[in-house]
């Protein structure tokens, strides 16, 4: 069995598969209107320093980074461990040598490495204008516009995949996460901007 | 040499891996293993099987195998066919 069928197999045992999507939308969502967030907090403030804004999204970036890597992995290897537990009572039997014991120690680190990558590679994707800005490329907009429509083209994308998760039309999921987006720049800008 | 030909055991599994996945991976301990699975009874954790398997020359122990890696438990040996082949010359 090569290795893509085992990982397949091992999230089907666990029933994980929609665990491991939900988890790369909701924390790539978080990721996304974090660093929107702090650029919209960073163009109130006017602050023209790059390298302060950078290290300040890296940061942010990074502890979503591992917040979503540790909490997944304590909270799932608990979860797996229950699972595995009940299955070994109605089994009376021992299954840490089975497909299900290898899903019980598998499965939380992919979870894990999922909920913790998710918002990090979001995030850097919207830094990525602020990189290359500081970098001496001549972007079309200000660096700053540029890493917001990333976030708002990343936020769509995060809509349209719940969209297609869930059965529903595509736009209107992309239109509904790109408002939830709208509002949270209205809220920054109606609390801090006065 | 006596070689298995056909065997059907009884087997207790956990829900998951399902029928297909767990008769697919019974079915790769051998080259040319055909492999029966009925389901006799379910309860709310397990489900138990009747699960036949035949081929040329059935290795009893890596199905055996196959079965535990899987998180099942072998129950009973309920029928086999053999066959001695040193008898067809």
């Known amino acids: 069995m090569s290795l893509i069928e085992q990982g397949r197999l091992l999230l089907s045992i666990s029933r994980t598969s929609d665990i491991v999507r939900r988890y790369f939308v909701v924390n790539g969502f978080d990721g996304a209107l974090t660093m929107m967030g702090m650029i919209i907090g960073f163009m109130i403030s006017a602050t023209d320093d790059m390298s302060v804004i950078i290290s300040a999204c890296l940061g942010a970036a990074i502890a979503l980074g591992m917040s979503g890597l540790s909490s997944a992995y304590v909270s799932e290897v608990a979860e797996r461990k229950r699972e595995l537990v009940k299955l070994e009572e109605a089994m009376i039997a021992d299954l840490h040598q089975t497909a299900h014991g290898d899903a019980a120690r598998w499965v939380p680190l992919w979870i894990a490495l999922v909920n913790g990558a998710s918002p990090l590679f979001i995030s850097l994707l919207i830094l990525l204008p602020l990189w290359l800005a500081n970098a001496g490329l001549t972007l079309p907009l200000a660096p700053l516009y540029m890493s917001i429509i990333v976030a708002l083209v990343l936020i769509f994308l995060l809509g349209v995949l719940l969209g297609q998760i869930a059965g529903i039309s595509w736009l209107r999921s992309g239109i509904q996460t790109m408002l939830v987006a709208a509002i949270t720049a209205i809220l920054i800008y109606l609390l801090t901007g006065f | ?89």
């Open chain 2, 1 to 89: 040499m006596v070689v298995l030909k056909r065997i059907m055991l009884d087997v207790l599994k956990p829900h998951k891996p399902d029928s297909l996945e767990f008769s697919q991976a019974i079915a790769r301990a051998g080259e040319d293993y055909r492999v029966c699975l009925t389901v006799i009874e379910m309860d709310e954790n397990t489900e138990t099987l009747q699960l036949e398997v035949e081929g040329s020359s059935i290795d009893f122990t890596a199905i055996e195998s196959a079965i535990t890696s899987m998180g099942g438990s072998l129950h009973s040996i309920d029928q086999v066919e053999v066959q001695n082949e040193s008898d067809n010359g």
